[in-house]
Structure formats: C-alpha cells, structure tokens
C-alpha cells in the first residue's frame, strides 16, 4: 500500500483518523495508530509484519542494554550499537534492495517485500545510535517505540526522525482544529503533486528519453522531465506525510526545502530528502558549523554522497553519482564557494541546474555508453532530429500544468505570487475573504482532479 | 442651557484625538481580521472533511454495478490472509466497485482538456475508447541511450515500413527491397513519434495465400499488424493489443479483402511515416476476451520543424 492508493486515501486513513478522533488519550490514538500501520505496512505481505515484530523487540532489548551499558561498559555498548547497525543494515539490504538476492536462497517475491524498509532501518538504527551517544534514555515501554517505528506517516518518503524529536508528540498530543485543517490541505496538495505533476512530467520524460529516437531537445527536456518527475513525486508524497501526521496529531520536521541560489549545489543537495541527508551526515559527524576543520567536512561530504547514493540504490551508478555530488559538494566547501558566490542569481541559478543534470543525470542510464550518448545529444551531436513531434505533443498537451509546475519550484516566482496574494488581502476584509475562497476553491479543485485522475487510472 | 451646550461643544471640538485610539481601530481590524482568518479556517476544514468523507463514503458504499459474487475468493483463513490473496482481493474488489468507472474515465479526459492543447476526447463509440487503462505509457523502461546497437541508419523511430510479402500466381514469393527512409534534409525535422504503441495480430487458419505484414518500426512504439487474409468464410481472428496507440496519418492503406498487398507511399518528399490503421479489414475481429482495442490512427506530422 502507498499513500496515492485508493484504498489507503478513502479506506483505511478515513478510518484511522475517525477512530483517533474518538479518545482523547494518546495512549489509545497510539494503539489505533499502530493496528492501522501494521496493516499498511503489511498489506499483501503479512511477512512483514513478523518482521517488524521481530526487529523492533531486537532494537528495544538492544536500547535498553545499551542505555544501560553506555557509561559502564562503553566498549559493549559499542559492539551492541554495531550490532543493532548490522541487523539494521541486513534488513534493508535483504528487504529492501533484494534484488541484489535474485536467484538466491534470500531472492524473495515482490509481494513478500515490504514498502519504506530504507526508513524503517534508518529510524531503528538512529534510536539504537542516539541512546549510545546519550542523546535520548531508552525508551521501556515498547508500544512508544513501535509507534515511532511503525506510523504508516513516516513510511514511504521520510522523514526520517530521530525518536527524540518524537518522544513527546508520542506520550502527549492533541488533536485540534488547527491541525486537522492545516494536515488535509497539505494532504491534499501534496496528492496534486503526486498524482498530477509527477505523471505529467513523467509522461514528458518518456516521449524524450524513452523512445528509440534521440533527439537534442529530448535530452534536455526529458532529463529536466526526469529531476521534476522525481522532485514532484518526493515531494508530494513528503506533503502527504506531513498532513498524514498532522491529522494524527504529530507535527513533523520538513524533508525538502526551496531550492536557493545563493545556497549552490551544497544547499541543493540538502535541500532533497533533507533529513536523510542529515542523518548520514550526523553519522561522519560533519553537521557542526566548525570552520577550522574544513577539510574534513569536505572530504566527509565526499563519503556522505556515496553513504547516501548506496542507501538509495546498491549499484554502481547510484555509488558514482553520489560521490559526483559529494566531490562538487567538497569542492564547493574548499574553494568554489567563494568564487561562485560573486555571481549573479541567474548565473547561479545556470550552475545548479548544469550540475544537477550532469551528476543526477547519470542515474538514468545503466551505462557509461548512454550516459556519453546522452551527454553528446545534449549538444546535438549524433541527433538527427531537433524535436520529436512525440515530446512536442506532450509538451503542449500539459503546457498549463509544466507552467504551475514552474511557478512552484522557481522560489522567485512563487514568492512573488504568495506575497501578491498577501498584499492584496491585507487590503480589507473583502480583498482577504476573495483569497481565502479562492485558496479553499483551489484545494478543492485539486482533490477533485486528483481523486478522478486516480479513479481513472484505477 | 444653549449658551452651555455651545461651550461644551467648542471645548470638545478643541480636544484632539490621542494616537492611541488609530492604535485602537487599527487593533479592532487586526482582531476582526483574526476572527476572520479563524472563520475561514473553519469554512475550509468542514469543506474539505465534507470532500473527504463524501468521497470514501461514495467509494466505500456505492457499487460500480458490478456485482462480485465469488465469496469463495472472498473467504478468509490464516492461508489466504499469509499468501497476501485475501488482502490482494479486497483491494480488487474496492477498485472493480469503484462508482461510475466509466464516467470518471470520462471526467478525467474532459480535465486533461483544460491541461494543454491538442487533448481530445476518445470516441465510445469509434472503438477509441478504452475502458481497461487511460493513457498508458509506451515503453517507460526503455531507454534509447542504453542501446549499443542504434546503428538502425535511418531506419528509426518513425519510419514505417509497409512490406507486404507477395506471392506470384505460382505461389512463390516476390522479395521487395527495403526502402531506406529517411528525413528529406535531416537536421531539425520533427518526426512523428506516436506515443503508444499497439501490435495487432490477426490470424486465419485456412488459405495463407496471402500474407501482409505492416510494421512501424519505431521501437517502443512499434505497430504490428500481420494478416493472412484467407478465402474461406470461417475465420478465426486474434488480437493482441499491448497498449493502444496512437499512430500515424494514412498515407497507405493495408490490405482489404481482396487486394494483395499493401505497398508503401513512397511518394512525395515524406514518406516517413505511413498510417497504420488498427483495423486490417473485415478479416481483423476483435476476439471476445480483448479489454482493449487498438487507437485508430492519429495524424501523424511530418517534417514540422
């Protein structure tokens, strides 16, 4: 189950929200958040629900021994910590990239599989992790651990949080007005990106990159096609989680951020799956500000692109682009920076996007053949054709959405229309209820859309 | 009496209205405003609870007509519930009863309208209009880059090649060369890529005298339509249809009935693209089992740019 299927959206989130709503106890939204998780987590593969079972008591019992240990016995606690990491690390390796089992005895059917296993062991790992570093007590009544290790809101695109964070929204939450409104509207936008932006763009994608005709425009526009693809469908489903958890109650960190000029290919990188980026980042220890140990931060970031390059994907092209990344990234820390922070916005604004199509774009291509082709077609060399009527076509058949598309990721753009929009309705009372209305119409346009456009491809 | 309410009235025109009462108004707006901002927070949350349950509700109660007797699928036990088939039905059985299928699909062409331009509406009625998938992708797996061997020399996405194998009145079979297509001029001509891809196959038992192949060589968009027309009246026909398509103007025709075969328009300057109808004649029959049908063929553009 995913967060854009029908039957999670108007089944089984309806159901659990209603059924929250009628205690007030956190203890009793816990246990109705936990039975309904289990069931998303599990559903098609109730392997996977003894599997959690199974590694969550192994991350407790090892908590509270760590807890215990970490002052006496620091060396135990250590082994216990890599311990709980290994265990962690097998679970995502064998769960979660078992396609590199194929044709072996650990080689499993896909609907064996369960969803998000990549942040079911990073936040498994980091509790172990944060006990060990004192960061946190461990927890002893398990059912708060199994609440921040299963919530079907964390599940498929982070955040990954640290139980820390969460301990207290666990123990005490209300649930009120507020939030309720706040979560379905960003439920709702977030299922638009999701379901309409993502599919539009990855419709473009194809008619550029996925036909057998190379052409230049094709590989600008399909690559460009291919980041928005991906950054619309992350972030939806980030949005989506975010009002998930809202409607629950909980009020989650952000997991993407706007994407800022001045901030260079270092701040784009932070700025997708945020707190992934942080977490691997926390782990080599290169999130303080200490400026006197460049160097090493540098040479740190290096390994943090590859840490999380081989999180999303064990190949050798998600390794060689990840550590692409982490090498501008150290490269940017020692000496860019201040060469590029001279340059104009737009110039910056060139960089981000050159940079990001020659690292990232070397994750659609299985080989260093297309990818040289690919690099080539960019600049028209080995292309016949300029255009495929094909790529034309779709552009101009979601010429409007491309257009909204552009207006919400371009931070420029999309500030001057929020902040019109406050302008005008802090003119009279008139003015701010025409937004308003305009905002909830909206919102209600864009459930509907989405919710046909499901049904449709249902 | 008069001459007191005078002065009164003079000493108070005198008095001149402290900052703080601005400050005040300007208070009583921000707080009005407040109250605003929470009435409409509250107009919007009931507005979309209301969307929210009405749609589950609607989806969860209201029965797309198609009744699902099987409860023996429907049965539950530890075999079913591990095997993750008792799960895999119920959510078969909430998408099949979906409300209105048709007319979401129907909903969902008509917003696509406001996307853009050149969207259209499929024709129910022309055998355009497919109730098993809308708009699906061509080939998202595939990728072109990837490919070593892409020295097809001009034989590309768009050529369509119309071959048709010919028999002589002695039953042998007359080879036609390959014609090599390609972009008149090359360079920046848009060529017709259509987007879906739809292989047709159609096939008579009895009498192959005559065989027509008409394939579209656009890789994934590849159209494959082969038919052996044969004379008897009993026909046996079988479509594939693997996603529909969205193919090229007519420029040839494929085989009828009666005709041999069916060559390709080579004249002209653009011969590149040739119509490939999904509709092979009378021979072609849509088999009983098929969900889907084959998109008539779109207009295919030529050298646009």
């Known amino acids: ?202 419709k473009i994608r ?87 140990n460049k160097v090493r931060t540098a040479v740190g970031a290096v390994f943090c692109g590859a840490l999380v390059g081989l999180w999303y994907q064990v190949s050798p092209a998600y390794i060689i682009v990840g550590t692409a990344a982490g090498l501008l990234v150290c490269a940017e820390q020692l000496f860019l920076k201040d060469i590029l922070a001279k340059l104009h916005a737009v110039v910056k604004y060139i960089y981000l996007v050159l940079a990001s199509l020659f690292i990232f774009g070397g994750l659609e291509f299985h080989s260093i053949y297309g990818y040289r082709k690919w690099v080539l077609g960019l600049m028209g060399v080995g292309t016949k054709y300029t255009l495929s009527v094909a790529l034309r076509d779709a552009v101009m058949h979601n010429y409007v959405l491309i257009l909204i598309a552009f207006c919400i990721v371009c931070t420029p753009v999309r500030k001057m229309i929020t902040g019109g929009a406050d302008k005008f309705s802090a003119r009279n009372r008139k003015a701010y209820s025409a937004v308003r209305a305009v905002k909830t119409l909206s919102t209600a346009a864009v459930f509907i859309v989405s919710v046909i456009t499901l049904a449709a491809a249902a | 009496m008069e001459k007191n309410f005078s002065k009164l009235k003079a000493e108070a025109d005198r008095i001149v209205l402290p900052d703080e009462c601005e400050e005040n108004d300007r208070a009583v707006r921000y707080l009005a405003l407040e109250t605003g901002v929470g009435h409409y927070d509250n107009l919007n949350l009931l507005i979309m609870a209301v969307l929210f349950i009405f749609v589950s509700v609607a989806f969860l109660a209201v029965n797309g007509g198609r009744i699902n007797n099987d409860d023996d699928e429907f049965a539950f036990s530890m075999k079913t519930l591990m095997s993750g088939e008792f799960t895999k039905t119920i959510e078969e059985k909430y998408i099949s009863e979906l409300p209105i299928p048709d007319e979401m699909k129907r909903a969902g062409e008509y917003v696509s309208l406001l996307y853009g331009f050149g969207n259209k509406l499929s024709e129910k009625e022309s055998g355009n209009y497919s109730t098993a998938s809308s708009d699906p992708l061509p080939d998202s797996d595939h990728n072109a880059f990837d490919r070593d061997d892409d020295d097809d020399q001009g034989l590309s996405e768009n050529a369509v090649t119309t071959r048709a194998v010919k028999t002589d009145k002695d039953g042998n079979t007359v080879t036609e060369p390959d014609s090599v297509e390609t972009a008149p001029g090359g360079g920046t001509t848009a060529v017709s890529r259509p987007p879906l891809t739809a292989s047709t196959t159609s096939v008579s038992e009895e009498d192959d005298d005559e065989e027509t192949t008409t394939t579209n060589n656009e890789a994934p968009s590849v159209t494959t339509t082969t038919t052996t027309t044969g004379t008897s009246a009993t026909t046996e026909s079988t479509t594939e249809t693997s996603e529909t398509s969205e193919t090229s103007e007519s420029d040839t025709e494929t085989s009828e009935p009666d005709t041999e075969t069916s060559e390709p328009d080579t004249s002209g300057p653009d011969t590149e693209t040739t119509e490939v109808p999904a509709e092979t004649g009378p021979v072609t029959d849509t088999g009983p089992d098929t969900d889907t049908e084959p998109e008539q063929p779109e207009n295919s553009e030529g050298p646009a740019e």
Not at chain 1, 91 to 96: A, D, E, N
Not at chain 1, 188 to 197: E, F, P, R, S, Y
Not at chain 1, 247 to 255: A, C, I, R, T, W
């Open chain 1, 1 to 202: 189950m995913t967060y854009t299927d029908l039957i999670f959206l108007f089944g089984l989130f309806p159901v659990s929200a209603v059924l929250s709503l009628l205690d007030r106890s956190s203890e009793y939204k816990n246990m109705i958040l936990i039975i309904t998780s289990l069931l998303f987590f599990s559903w098609g593969r109730p392997f996977a629900v003894c599997l959690i079972f199974l590694t969550l008591f192994a991350d407790w019992a090892i908590g509270m021994a760590v807890g215990s240990m970490r002052e006496k016995a620091r060396p135990a606690a250590l082994l216990l910590t890599a311990l709980d990491g290994v265990m962690n690390l097998a679970m995502m390796l064998i769960f979660g990239h078992n396609y590199l089992f194929e044709g072996t005895k650990l080689g499993l059917e896909a609907v064996m599989l369960p969803i998000g296993m990549g942040y079911y062991s990073l936040r498994g790992f980091s509790y172990v992790h944060d006990v060990f570093r004192g960061k946190i007590r461990a927890e002893k009544n398990v059912f708060c651990l199994m609440t921040y290790a299963v919530s079907f809101h964390l599940m498929c695109a982070g955040p990954v949080v640290h139980y820390g964070d969460m301990e207290g929204q666990i123990r005490s939450r209300e649930v009120n007005t507020d939030k309720l409104n706040a979560g379905l509207n960003r439920l709702i936008w977030g299922m638009g990106k999701a379901v309409i932006l993502s599919d539009v763009f990855m």
């Open chain 1, 206 to 292: 194809a008619a550029g990159l996925n036909g057998d005709e190379i052409t230049t425009m094709g590989c600008w526009l399909g690559m460009l096609a291919f980041f928005a693809q991906y950054y619309f469908m992350f972030t939806g489903l980030c949005d989506m989680s975010r009002g998930l958890s809202l409607v629950g109650g909980f009020v989650l960190p952000v997991n993407y951020r706007d994407i800022e000029a001045d901030e260079l290919f270092t701040g784009l990188v932070k700025t997708y799956n945020t707190t992934v980026v942080s977490f691997f980042s926390d782990l080599l220890g290169i999130t303080g500000n200490n400026n006197t």
